[in-house]
Every structure is written in C-alpha cells, then in structure tokens.
C-alpha cells in the first residue's frame, strides 16, 4: 500500500458538471423532459458538496443514463452498470455497452448479481436508523438511537478499551463487502492507525495458502501472464477452478471461449461438474476433494517416466529436481523427483496409486499427465477452492512445479500457476484508500482471530504471529466494517456464536453493514450504511484488468444511511482525530485524489475525475494488445534476471521449507497428505460424506443472500449424488439434516449426477438461521466447518469436512 | 415476410442466468415470472470399478424465450386474437384483448406464455420490440458474459449457424416452426443413451 | 391438476350434462310419440328449465374463471381458427337457442313451432358445442388429450350424466304429479341410454385412454394417480349396479325410499364421471418444456 498523498489538493470545481440534489434534478426533469442534456444546462441548482451529478442526457421520460461501477463487493468481477436514473431512484440496470468490444479491451459485462442490483438496493429490509442492542448478545433485540448517541457509543469504548488494555485489543475484522475506496473496512483501519492503531492481520480467507506457498517456488507472487495471452494456449487445465461462476476477473470465461475458438483443448478437475466445466470444458475429471497433490504427483510420474518433462528448462531455471540438483549441504534429502519414483518412502507415485486416492481411473491420469506434458504451451490454472482445506499449500506447490519441469513457464500461452496474479505489475490494486501505517507491529493470521479472543496472550510466534513474539492482549472491541465474518464466514458458526455471546470476552461490537446481517445481530451497535450508488466510489478489476471503473454517486442513502466514510469522520471527530482523518476531504474528494493516485502509478494517461465523470463512459481502460507473460526475463537469462528465491531459480525443493524441519505437514517437496476429515480415516465411518461449500452464483459470500430474484434463479440446496441419495431414501426436493459434531443444518436437497458420490455441496454464504434447536434452516455450510488452520500458511480450511445426511 | 429470431449458442451456455435476470429487470417481472429462462439439462450414471469412479455424465443448458414462431400454435389457438405477429414476425400479446383465459399457455411447446396474476393477463417475451424500435438490441442478447446470444433475420442466422433449432429437451421444430437457430452442446445428442432429463425443474417453473 | 382449473372441470361437465338432458329429452320425446305414453309436454318444461339453468352456471363458472373477464367481448374474435372461440359462441348459441325454446313455451307462443324448431336446434348445437368442447382440448403438443379418447369421453359424459339428471327431472316432475305409471316405458328408454354411457366409458377406460408411461419427454409424463383411477371405477360399478337395482325392484317407489337409493346412485355416477374429468384435467401433458 503506497502512501497518502497530503499535499494534494484537489482542484476547482468544473462549471461544466453541475451537482444537484434530488429536488432541484426532478424540478429539471419536468421543466427538460424533452430531451435536453441534464448536463451543464443547470447553473442554480449547485449543491456545493457536489452530491448527485449526473451527467448523460435527460431521456423524454425524466431517466438519465448514468454507467458506474457495480458495488465492489467482493466478487470476482468488477463490471460497468448502466443505471437508468429517475428522480432519484434506480429504475433499470442495464451493463456496459461500449462499441467494439474486442478481446483487447473487451466489455465488462455484469452477472446476475449485478444486473438484479435493484432487488438488493430496494430491499425493504435494509438497515435505517443506529441500533443499540437491548437483548442478550446475539438475540437481534435493537432499540434507535440517534448518530449522535451511536458515535458517542463507539468512540467512548474505543477509549476505554485502549485505556483498559491498549490499542492492540482492538479488531477491525476481515471484511470484504466493499472495495470502492471510500465505503468499506479500510476507512475504519484508517482512523484505528490514526487512534494508536488496532491488532493487525495478515492473510485472507480467500487465498491463504496459495498466496504464501507460490512464492516459496517462484519467489513471487505475480506469476500470472495478462489474460489476453491465454488464446495462445493450446491446452488448459481449469484445476479447481470455476471462472464461470467465480469470474476469477471479469471476462476470464469469456477469454477461455476464446482459447477453445482458436483451438486449446480445455479440461476440468473438479469434484463437481461446475458451470465451468460444462461450458468451457471438452472433459470433466471428477476428483475426491483434497487428494489433488496425489493426481498431480502422478502425472509428474508420467511425465518424467515417458520423458516429456523439459529437461533443458530444468537444468536452466529450476533447482531440486533430482539429487544432482539438490542445495547444498542437502545432497542427501529427498528430491523431487524421489519422492515421484518412491526412492526414498518405497512408494512410486504411479498412476494406479493416485487411482486409490483420487478416484480417477489409472488410465484417465496417464492420458491427461501425457497430454499436459506434451501439448505446448498448456496451461494449469489453480482455482482457490482446492487450498481452502486441509494442507492447501501442497496442491499449490504441486501445480507450480508441474508447470515448471513441462517448461511452461515464462512463455506466452503458458502458465506458471501459483496465485499468478498479473504480470507485470500484480494488476490492479482493489484498495488505495490510504490506511497509514499500524503502530500496533503485532499481527496474527486472518483466520485465528477467534483464537486470539480467547487466549491472544498466550499467542505468539507458533500461532503464527508477527511482528512480535506474543500478543499482548486478548482482542476486546471489535469494530466490524462490510463484513460478515463474525457469524457467517468464519468457520465454526456455533463455536463463534458461543465466544461471541460472552461478554467477558470481547467487550464491545460494533457492526456497519446495510442488512441485519447475522454478524450484525450479534454487536452491541449497529451502523446503518448507504450502498454502494449512495456515494462516490472507484474500483478496479478483481485480480485481474487494467481499468479504472467510476462509481458515481447516483441517489441520496435513504433514512438516515451513512457511507462508510462519513461514520468514520464522525467517529474521528469525537476521538479529536477529524482533520487527520479526513483531511478536509469528502468522499468526492477522495476519489479525485484517487484518481490522480491511479495516474502516478498504473495510469499515466488517466483523466481527472471531472472529465471521466462527463465522458460518462464509466471505466477508463488500457487495452492490452501485447499481453504481458510472466518471467519472460528470467526464463531469457536466468542468471541475469535471478528469481527472488533463496537459489534465484525455481524451487522444486525449497531449503527453506526443509529447514522449518516439519516433514510430515510442511515437505520441502509437494506431497500428497490425507487430509484430518478425510473418507480413509476412522471419522469417515460416522460421517462419511465429503462436504463442498463452493462460492455460488447468486451470491458473493454471504452478500444478496435473500434476494428473490437471485434466490428465485439459484435457490439455496444440498447438491447431492444420485447413489448417495437413494442409499439413504432421498429423493430430488426432499428435506435433508446435514450434520457432525460441530452442528446441523435442514435443507432441501438437489439430487444431481453433477456431484461425485461420496461429495455434497452446501454452497458457502447462506445466512445462519438458527431454529431454537440449533439446527439452521438456511443452509449456513459454516454449521458444519472446522476452525483447524492449514500448517503453514496458518490458512482457513473450511472447504475440508466430513458430514452425514439424513432424509427429515 | 422477414422473421425475425434469436441465436443461442448452447456449447458456450455457463447457464448463469444473466439473461433471465436482465429481461427481469427490464421488464420488471416479479418473482415466478421468467419470460427467459434457463434450463439445466442432465444424463449419466456413475458405477464404482475398483477403486476408481467410471461416469458418462452429461450436461448443459439452455436458455429460453418465445421463439416467435412461423407456425405459432399460440396465435392459433387464442379465441380472443389476442396474439399477433407484427412485421417483424415479433409474436406478441395483446394486454387489452387478453382475457386471461390461459388457454394459450396450454399450448406453446416452449412454455413462453406466463400468466401474471397481478395485471391478470397472459405475457411473454416481446423480443424488447421497443428497444428494437429505437435501434437498441434485446438486453438479454447483449446481457451474456459468454456472448452465447444474438438476434436477426431468421435466414441469415441460419446461413451462418445452420439450422438446428430442435435439440433436447425443445419439441420437434415442426410443431410450430420456432425462429430459433441453436448451436448444440457437444453433449446434447446423448438424449436416449443417458437419460438425459432437466434437474433444475423448480427454477424454471413449468406450468403443470 | 392446478386448482385454476377445477371451474373447467365444473364448466365441461354442467354443459355436457345440459346437453344430455336436451338429447334425452328427444330420445324420449320420440319414445313417447311411438309407445303413446305420457306426453313430452308433461316434463318438457321442468326439462328445459334443468337444462338452462345447468348450461347458465356453467357458463357463469367459465366466466368467472377468466382473469379479465371484461375482455371477453373479444372471444369470438379468431373463430377461423380457435377451437376455443368456437367453443364460446356454440355454447352461446346453445344458451340462447334453449331460452328461445323456454320462453315460447312459458308464452305459449304456437307461432311455427317455435318450440320444436328450437329444440331441435338446441339439441343439434349442443352436439357440435361437445364436439367443439372437445376440440379445445386436442391440441397437437398435449399428446394425452389429442386423441379420439377426448372425443368419446366428453360424449360418453353427455350421454351418462345427461340421462341421469334426466332421470332426476323425470322423477321430480312425477312426484309433482302424483302417481304416473305410464312413465315407466320412458324410465326404460332412460335405462337403456344410461346403460350405453356406462358401456362407452367402460370401454373408453380400457381401449383408447392413453399410457403416459409411454411418453419421453423434457418433463416427464403425470403420473396418474391410482386413487383416482380406482374411485371412478369403483363409483361407476356402484352406481350402475344401485341403478339397476332400483330399476329392477324399486323404480315404482318413486314417492319415498326408492327415490333416495336413486339419487345415491346417480351421485355414485356423478362422482365416477367428477373423478375421470380430474383425472383428465390431470393428465395435462403437454411436449417441450
Ligand atoms: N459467484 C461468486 N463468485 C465469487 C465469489 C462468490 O462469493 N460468489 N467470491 C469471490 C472470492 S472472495 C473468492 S476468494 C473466489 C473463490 O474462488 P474459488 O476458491 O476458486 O471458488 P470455490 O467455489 O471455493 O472453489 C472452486 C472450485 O473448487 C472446487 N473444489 C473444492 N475442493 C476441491 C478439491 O479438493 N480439489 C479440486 N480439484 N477442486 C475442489 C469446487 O468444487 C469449486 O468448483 O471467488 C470469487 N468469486
Ligand atoms: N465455508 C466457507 N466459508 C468461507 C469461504 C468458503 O469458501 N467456504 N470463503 C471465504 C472467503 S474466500 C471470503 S473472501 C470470506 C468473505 O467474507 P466477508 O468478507 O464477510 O464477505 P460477505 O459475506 O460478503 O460480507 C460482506 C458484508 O458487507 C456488507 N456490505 C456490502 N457492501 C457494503 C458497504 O459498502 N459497506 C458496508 N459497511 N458493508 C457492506 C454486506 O451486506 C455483507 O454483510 O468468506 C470466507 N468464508
Ligand atoms: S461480477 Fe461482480 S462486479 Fe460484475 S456484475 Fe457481478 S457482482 Fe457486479
Ligand atoms: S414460442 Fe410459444 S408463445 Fe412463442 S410464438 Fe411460439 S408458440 Fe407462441
Ligand atoms: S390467456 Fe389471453 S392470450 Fe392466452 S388464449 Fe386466453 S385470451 Fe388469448
Ligand atoms: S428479447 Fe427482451 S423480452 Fe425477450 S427474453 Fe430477451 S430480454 Fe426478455
Ligand atoms: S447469459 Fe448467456 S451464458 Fe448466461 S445463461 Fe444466459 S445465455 Fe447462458
Ligand atoms: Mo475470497
């Protein structure tokens, strides 16, 4: 994160864009409702904190078209909207309609989500007013209070609590809801550093593993070629991955349909036919979750046994390959390829194994290892789901060093994999707010927040801290910002319900969201937010893209809805912080210094917030004729262009690793581990079914959960397998209980061949709904999840759970 | 007469319902109510062989509207003439003529005609006949993030894609003559082998 | 079957069974010329007061059963081409022409026959209004009700059920009456055209209902529930057997018990024919998705 910028200030205003309130805009409408332009034709109506301005013309019947960005939750896209804007209200959502829409910079066309926006935006149950809790704690009992009272709330137990116990007992949660700069958790992280700062926090729940595993081979992160190189490709392998549904950046599907156009063979491996699999895919390789690193050990065994790895590229580029490659000093420990052949453990890793524990025929494997070893350039893209489990840093470190010895690294249509975020600069930022420095140096892993609630003093550097060598505190206030991860996200909703109800323990919560979310119901202070449309935004693209997307602010928050922004700046000003905090700035502001912020680093040519929002095109882009691939230097000149790796070469077996001397967990080469809930081990003869919590359609997490005309397309369902159904009576439409010793959940199943037997599918993000059982009616797959961390990358491994189900 | 039909290439189909929820939104549809939607097709089994898992499993998706058919059984059918075809051959239902007899949605092959109980009238696609008016394209066209759909003149669109327009589970063409050009998913020709049927009945609502 | 269409259920059978009633009537009317017996003219009234009043409700249930029902002024409009349509103005015409019939009877208006032209005319549209009612529902997507199964099940309820009310009418206007033996020789006709609707139905049950299990489709085929299947059956036979009975030993006790057995045994066919047209309306199929 680059730093704040003070001496910019911003410059004045443009005469030719007129803000205008709600009322002034009607009044125009009714005096131009033939078709003038709305734009600079109302001098008079100047709303000087330049609120509502919306450019485009006045169409007959009082709309104004207005393209801004889709609310930058967290997606997997980022996509132009064009709002249909009259008097005040969003009355249609159409997308981006910019001419041409060629692979170099094609539309960014939004998904369901986006396009039903208006169900969301207009939901009657959206938050109005500051609540204060009346009940117990977790009860949704509420009482309104006023701003002034809910700011007085948190600012005084902000102060006590860093009175009582300091400032690194205090959490700004993990919170994704919103990356539009000026709504979302950064504006809270950034008055916390101003305030002494709060406990800091590495890592995310997204992509723990594969974003601290990729480096130990690459030494770096960004080993992703730009997104237009992939219809070079002549072979894919979607690993996991799921573009369709996740977007994985908006258009990544829409580039694979062209790859395949132009002739790459495209597979899946996926224990679910996913949408992926069966509109991009020419096969579908269904695979027992969690034994991903088996198939690829195995294909490693193909591919060095036929001779099809790139012996050349491995000599050049890569170290640990084989015993004469080895570090020194470690002549004698199990390389790579000894672990392949079985040398050192007895066991060579052939196909007929991996058929043992990956359910894939023996023969399937050696065709696809012969295929992907031989088709140049290929592809093996990692989806994120595969190291959401169980020793997720295995299959991360498999597929890197699978790309390496076939040599398809470093050229155009190949792929390193790894988190391969955009060459050659990682792509896009998501946040530039800027948050300052955090003069708390402690920080824990994401995932272990709960852990360090109930015994962050004993926490230190075996649980993952940094930064110093135990916490001094126990987390004690917890300022929840656009997230929902107290309850819903986390793992282990009854154990997190349970810690969060005790008031012993964190002391205060305050949640900021625009629903009453069930994180939301467990805080003692609710903070209304406006949406996203409700304010001035910018995002840019989701891992991948080169564009700026503009988020005007098109209606006035209803009630007495505040931005994310705005809380903050009241909150400062009672903590005697306001002038730093906001600088004198509004939101608007901020995104003109965002803008300018854009043009000092990825683009040079950027227009000034005034002319972007007047060309009303709602994103600037950079075309990318010549896509960009990842180590093109290096794999040129290895010794000149040296990785930032212990060796400056690719590691196929990492010393570092080797010398955490944890072998059974944390291997200096990929291995194949049974995972802790696993279908061979002894838990599997209570609960036998692997269960998936894949990130569905109509939802991002658990953001748009309920809304109908999501709910309406992708209702909320068990996926389950034909022979697993009948086994246990279940027919399609049928109540199911799933359940383990962590909870239990009633939902309506869908009885699918689209599932391998032995997998089920809660898709993740349904909202806990608790019966006074216990037993949630929504389909919350967290009732079910463990709260166990991967060994290394300390990651979330929600995706790895055992369950069974029984007919209701 | 120039008819005019829709294009819809079911090999690239993600089946994520973009489409449906754009002609939602446009249309204001309430729940229930899908003039497109989105059907999920399925076939194949699974049998254990060792220890390895043997599947032929099949699928994919199709996304549906009116077809503005040449031979639309529709038109025939309702005693109130209520449903027309314009110039363009865009079938269309007349809300002041209609008595909501729902005859009509008896007989459509494609299940196009969807009874709103709140303006008590049959309704359908119109093809967006207003944006096409003004020179804009249907939203569902233009809504798909695969760039599956397009419109256009019936013969043209044949020229270009052939003339598939019946492939499962859609009844046979000549049934009522659907303006309707597909590209068929690889799989789609595996209807009697594998059992092919829709798994996702309860979205796409069928009126029983 | 979706509940919107229980009125259609009501609208089909209240006109068949008017319909009945009128082609009974002129089963008897020309059994009463040729066997001398009592006069058509002692019932015909009670017979075309039955028979409106059935063909109004129906028409009322059909009507009600229409969302805009104000747009119905255009339901004549695509005759050319719409069973339906077709379906509207018979049984409009039918409506009308049993009002001309009615009213030149109650104004005693000799003038050319009215009556009997009428009646005739009634009796001839109630005919095609059937074969039109049926009509409506062979269409070429429903394979389940585009057979000649449709055709003769919607005749066969015309003929049983319209012989039945008929019955009802005949004993009803008697009891009005006092004692009327001579009426036997028509109460035998009336047996003969029940006995030939049961015969019909019987047959139609076996040979020509289609099998959806033989239809592949995208949805798959109703499954006719065996209940409903079992109750016509079953109704039928104890109807038909009770009728006989009565018929046999009791048909002169019409003044008393035997008029109650007979109503048990004509709501027994009622209920028979109620189950076959849910039945019907059940098997709703129709191809494509
Ligand atoms: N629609 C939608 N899109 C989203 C999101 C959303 O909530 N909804 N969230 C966004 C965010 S924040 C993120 S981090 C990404 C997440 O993106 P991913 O983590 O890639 O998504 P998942 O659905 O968790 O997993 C992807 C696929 O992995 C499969 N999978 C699970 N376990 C295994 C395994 O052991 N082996 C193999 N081979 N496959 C396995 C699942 O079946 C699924 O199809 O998505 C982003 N995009
Ligand atoms: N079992 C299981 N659990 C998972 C995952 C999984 O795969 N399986 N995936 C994990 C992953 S990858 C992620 S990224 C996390 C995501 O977890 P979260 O970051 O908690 O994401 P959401 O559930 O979308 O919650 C975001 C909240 O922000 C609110 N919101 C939206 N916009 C705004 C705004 O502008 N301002 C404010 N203040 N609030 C706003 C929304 O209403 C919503 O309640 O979930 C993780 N949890
Ligand atoms: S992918 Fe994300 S940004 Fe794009 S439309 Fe969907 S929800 Fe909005
Ligand atoms: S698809 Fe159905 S509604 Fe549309 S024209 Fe054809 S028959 Fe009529
Ligand atoms: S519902 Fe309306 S459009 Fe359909 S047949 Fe009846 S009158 Fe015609
Ligand atoms: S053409 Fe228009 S009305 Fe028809 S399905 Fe598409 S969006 Fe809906
Ligand atoms: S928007 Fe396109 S890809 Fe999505 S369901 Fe519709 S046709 Fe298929
Ligand atoms: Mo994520």
């Given at each position: 994160m680059k730093t704040d910028d003070p001496g910019y200030s911003p410059p004045p205003g443009n005469p030719d864009i007129v803000g205008m309130d709600r009322r002034c805009f009607m009044k125009m409408g009714a005096l131009f409702a033939g078709g003038l332009t709305a734009f600079g034709s109302m001098l008079g109506c100047t709303d000087s904190d330049r609120r509502i301005r919306l450019p485009?013309?006045?169409?007959?019947?009082?709309?104004?078209?207005?393209?801004?960005?889709?609310?930058?939750?967290?997606?997997?896209?980022?996509?132009?909207?064009?709002?249909?804007?009259?008097?005040?209200?969003?009355?249609?959502?159409?997308?981006?309609?910019?001419?041409?829409?060629?692979?170099?910079?094609?539309?960014?066309?939004?998904?369901?989500?986006?396009?039903?926006?208006?169900?969301?935006?207009?939901?009657?149950?959206?938050?109005?007013?500051?609540?204060?809790?009346?009940?117990?704690?977790?009860?949704?009992?509420?009482?309104?209070?006023?701003?002034?009272?809910?700011?007085?709330?948190?600012?005084?137990?902000?102060?006590?609590?860093?009175?009582?116990?300091?400032?690194?007992?205090?959490?700004?949660?993990?919170?994704?809801?919103?990356?539009?700069?000026?709504?979302?958790?950064?504006?809270?992280?950034?008055?916390?550093?101003?305030?002494?700062?709060?406990?800091?926090?590495?890592?995310?729940?997204?992509?723990?593993?594969?974003?601290?595993?990729?480096?130990?081979?690459?030494?770096?992160?960004?080993?992703?070629?730009?997104?237009?190189?992939?219809?070079?490709?002549?072979?894919?392998?979607?690993?996991?991955?799921?573009?369709?549904?996740?977007?994985?950046?908006?258009?990544?599907?829409?580039?694979?349909?062209?790859?395949?156009?132009?002739?790459?063979?495209?597979?899946?491996?996926?224990?679910?036919?996913?949408?992926?699999?069966?509109?991009?895919?020419?096969?579908?390789?269904?695979?027992?979750?969690?034994?991903?690193?088996?198939?690829?050990?195995?294909?490693?065994?193909?591919?060095?046994?036929?001779?099809?790895?790139?012996?050349?590229?491995?000599?050049?580029?890569?170290?640990?390959?084989?015993?004469?490659?080895?570090?020194?000093?470690?002549?004698?420990?199990?390389?790579?390829?000894?672990?392949?052949?079985?040398?050192?453990?007895?066991?060579?890793?052939?196909?007929?194994?991996?058929?043992?524990?990956?359910?894939?025929?023996?023969?399937?494997?050696?065709?696809?290892?012969?295929?992907?070893?031989?088709?140049?350039?290929?592809?093996?893209?990692?989806?994120?789901?595969?190291?959401?489990?169980?020793?997720?840093?295995?299959?991360?470190?498999?597929?890197?060093?699978?790309?390496?010895?076939t040599g398809n690294v470093g050229i155009p249509g190949g792929w390193a994999s790894g988190i391969a975020l955009q060459a050659d600069?990682?792509?896009?930022?998501?946040?530039?707010?800027?948050?300052?420095?955090?003069?708390?140096?402690?920080?824990?892993?994401?995932?272990?927040?709960?852990?360090?609630?109930?015994?962050?003093?004993?926490?230190?550097?075996?649980?993952?801290?940094?930064?110093?060598?135990?916490?001094?505190?126990?987390?004690?206030?917890?300022?929840?910002?656009?997230?929902?991860?107290?309850?819903?996200?986390?793992?282990?909703?009854?154990?997190?319900?349970?810690?969060?109800?005790?008031?012993?323990?964190?002391?205060?919560?305050?949640?900021?969201?625009?629903?009453?979310?069930?994180?939301?119901?467990?805080?003692?202070?609710?903070?209304?937010?406006?949406?996203?449309?409700?304010?001035?935004?910018?995002?840019?693209?989701?891992?991948?893209?080169?564009?700026?997307?503009?988020?005007?602010?098109?209606?006035?928050?209803?009630?007495?809805?505040?931005?994310?922004?705005?809380?903050?700046?009241?909150?400062?000003?009672?903590?005697?912080?306001?002038?730093e905090y906001t600088q004198g700035r509004d939101e608007y502001d901020w995104i003109e210094w965002a803008v300018k912020y854009y043009r000092n680093t990825r683009f040079p040519d950027i227009p000034d917030l005034e002319k972007l929002h007047e060309m009303n095109r709602g994103v600037y882009t950079r075309p990318v004729d010549e896509p960009k691939v990842a180590f093109t230097d290096f794999r040129r000149d290895p010794d000149k262009h040296p990785l930032n790796t212990p060796s400056g070469k690719i590691e196929l077996f990492s010393k570092t690793l080797f010398d955490m001397n944890r072998p059974d967990t944390i291997p200096p080469v990929p291995k194949y581990i049974q995972e802790w809930e696993s279908p061979f081990g002894i838990e599997s003869e209570k609960y036998p079914l692997q269960a998936l919590g894949h990130h569905y359609m109509p939802r991002v997490h658990s953001t748009h959960d309920g809304i109908d005309w999501l709910e309406e397309a992708f209702p909320q369902r068990l996926f389950i397998n034909p022979l697993d159904a009948n086994s246990r009576g279940i027919k399609d439409g049928d109540t199911a209980m799933v359940y383990n010793e962590r909870g239990r959940i009633s939902i309506p199943c869908r009885v699918t061949a689209k599932i391998m037997p032995g997998v089920v599918n809660i898709p993740q993000g349904a909202w806990w709904d608790p019966d006074k059982d216990g037993v949630d009616r929504r389909g919350n797959i967290n009732v079910l999840t463990s709260h166990r961390w991967t060994p290394l990358a300390f990651g979330n491994a929600q995706h790895t759970i055992m369950v069974e189900v029984k007919k209701q | 007469m120039k008819q005019i039909a829709f294009y819809f290439d079911s090999s690239a189909c993600s089946g994520c319902k973009t489409c449906q929820v754009a002609c939602k939104d446009k249309h204001d549809l309430p729940r229930g109510i899908l003039w497109r939607r989105v059907y999920e097709v399925c076939g194949g089994d699974w049998i254990k062989r060792g220890s390895a898992w043997l599947q032929n499993v099949v699928s994919y998706h199709m996304s549906m509207a009116c077809n503005h058919c040449e031979e639309a059984i529709c038109i025939e059918t309702c005693p109130n003439a209520a449903i027309v075809k314009d110039q363009k051959g865009i079938v269309l239902v007349d809300p002041d003529r209609c008595m909501g007899c729902r005859y009509c949605e008896w007989t459509c092959p494609y299940g196009a005609l969807q009874f709103d109980s709140n303006s008590r009238v049959m309704t359908k696609c119109t093809f967006c006949a207003d944006y096409l008016e003004e020179g804009k394209d249907p939203v569902c066209v233009t809504a798909c993030p695969m760039r599956a759909m397009e419109f256009g003149d019936l013969d043209e669109l044949r020229n270009r894609y052939g003339k598939n327009s019946d492939i499962f589970p859609l009844p046979d063409a000549g049934y009522t003559k659907p303006a309707i050009v597909i590209t068929p998913h690889r799989d789609s020709g595996k209807a009697g082998s594998r059992n092919l049927h829709i798994i996702n009945r309860e979205e796409v609502k069928p009126k029983i | 079957m979706n509940s919107n269409e229980w009125p259609l259920v009501f609208f089909t059978m209240l006109s068949q069974i008017s319909v009945g009633l009128i082609l009974g009537g002129l089963l008897l009317w020309a059994g009463a010329k040729n066997t001398g017996t009592a006069n058509f003219d002692t019932f015909k009234k009670a017979l075309l007061i039955s028979a409106f009043i059935t063909m109004g409700i129906a028409l009322l249930i059909s009507f009600f059963h229409l969302s805009s029902p104000l747009h119905s002024v255009y339901s004549l409009s695509n005759i050319g081409k719409s069973w339906l349509s077709r379906e509207i103005i018979l049984a409009s015409l039918y409506l009308f022409s049993l009002a001309v019939c009615y009213l030149s009877l109650r104004y005693n208006i000799p003038h050319r026959n009215i009556f009997g032209h009428?009646?005739?005319?009634?009796?001839?549209?109630?005919?095609?209004?059937?074969?039109?009612?049926?009509?409506?529902?062979?269409?070429?997507?429903?394979?389940?009700?585009?057979?000649?199964?449709?055709?003769?099940?919607?005749?066969?309820?015309?003929?049983?059920?319209?012989?039945?009310?008929?019955?009802?009418?005949?004993?009803?206007?008697?009891?009005?009456?006092?004692?009327?033996?001579?009426?036997?020789?028509?109460?035998?006709?009336?047996?003969?055209?029940?006995?030939?609707?049961?015969?019909?139905?019987?047959?139609?049950?076996?040979?020509?209902?289609?099998?959806?299990?033989?239809?592949?489709?995208?949805?798959?085929a109703p499954e006719l529930s065996g209940i409903w299947k079992i109750s016509q059956t079953i109704f039928l036979l104890a109807g038909y057997s009770t009728l006989a009975w009565w018929f046999a030993f009791r048909m002169p006790q019409y003044q008393g018990s035997g008029t109650i057995i007979l109503i048990i045994a004509i709501t027994c066919i009622f209920l028979s024919e109620l189950a076959g047209r849910y039945l019907f309306y059940a098997s709703y199929y129709r191809i494509g998705v």
């Open positions: 485009g013309k006045l169409q007959k019947d009082g709309t104004v078209i207005v393209r801004a960005g889709c609310p930058a939750h967290n997606c997997g896209g980022r996509c132009v909207l064009k709002l249909f804007v009259r008097e005040g209200e969003i009355v249609r959502i159409e997308s981006d309609d910019r001419e041409g829409d060629d692979i170099s910079d094609p539309q960014l066309r939004a998904c369901i989500r986006g396009r039903s926006y208006r169900r969301r935006q207009y939901h009657p149950d959206r938050l109005r007013y500051p609540l204060k809790r009346t009940g117990k704690r977790g009860e949704g009992k509420f009482e309104r209070i006023s701003w002034d009272e809910a700011f007085d709330m948190i600012s005084s137990e902000l102060k006590r609590i860093k009175r009582e116990y300091g400032n690194s007992a205090i959490l700004v949660p993990y919170g994704t809801g919103s990356y539009n700069q000026t709504n979302g958790r950064q504006t809270a992280a950034r008055l916390m550093n101003l305030f002494g700062g709060s406990l800091g926090f590495y890592n995310s729940y997204s992509w723990a593993c594969i974003s601290r595993a990729t480096p130990y081979v690459y030494g770096t992160g960004v080993t992703g070629n730009q997104r237009q190189d992939w219809i070079n490709s002549k072979y894919i392998i979607m690993w996991g991955w799921n573009p369709s549904e996740m977007r994985d950046g908006t258009n990544s599907e829409y580039f694979l349909k062209k790859a395949r156009e132009k002739g790459a063979r495209i597979i899946c491996i996926d224990p679910r036919m996913s949408m992926s699999a069966v509109s991009l895919a020419d096969e579908w390789i269904p695979i027992r979750p969690g034994t991903d690193t088996a198939l690829m050990s195995a294909m490693a065994y193909v591919i060095i046994s036929e001779n099809l790895h790139d012996m050349e590229f491995i000599k050049n580029c890569c170290t640990g390959f084989d015993s004469s490659q080895m570090p020194e000093g470690l002549e004698n420990e199990e390389s790579y390829s000894d672990y392949i052949f079985g040398t050192r453990d007895g066991e060579p890793k052939t196909p007929q194994w991996a058929q043992q524990i990956t359910g894939i025929p023996a023969s399937t494997i050696t065709r696809i290892a012969r295929e992907y070893g031989s088709i140049k350039p290929a592809m093996l893209y990692q989806g994120y789901g595969m190291q959401r489990r169980a020793y997720g840093e295995q299959p991360v470190l498999g597929g890197c060093v699978l790309a390496a010895i600069d990682g792509g896009p930022f998501w946040n530039i707010f800027p948050t300052g420095q955090n003069p708390v140096s402690a920080s824990i892993p994401v995932f272990l927040w709960t852990e360090a609630i109930l015994r962050g003093k004993e926490m230190g550097r075996g649980d993952g801290v940094i930064g110093a060598d135990k916490l001094d505190n126990n987390i004690k206030l917890i300022w929840c910002v656009a997230s929902n991860i107290l309850i819903n996200q986390h793992a282990d909703t009854n154990r997190s319900a349970r810690i969060l109800s005790d008031e012993n323990l964190v002391e205060f919560i305050a949640v900021q969201d625009q629903f009453m979310t069930p994180s939301a119901k467990f805080a003692d202070l609710v903070m209304p937010v406006c949406t996203q449309f409700e304010m001035w935004g910018l995002e840019d693209g989701w891992k991948y893209g080169d564009e700026v997307i503009l988020m005007p602010k098109v209606a006035d928050p209803p009630f007495e809805n505040k931005s994310d922004y705005q809380i903050a700046a009241g909150i400062a000003e009672r903590l005697g912080l306001k002038e | - | 009428f009646y005739l005319a009634s009796a001839l549209t109630g005919i095609i209004l059937i074969y039109a009612m049926s009509r409506v529902y062979m269409i070429s997507t429903t394979p389940l009700w585009n057979t000649p199964a449709t055709l003769v099940a919607f005749f066969n309820t015309t003929i049983l059920l319209g012989g039945s009310a008929l019955l009802l009418v005949l004993i009803i206007a008697a009891r009005a009456k006092g004692d009327m033996p001579e009426l036997q020789p028509l109460f035998n006709l009336l047996f003969f055209m029940i006995s030939a609707g049961v015969f019909i139905g019987l047959l139609n049950m076996l040979l020509l209902q289609p099998d959806p299990s033989g239809i592949a489709g995208s949805f798959a």
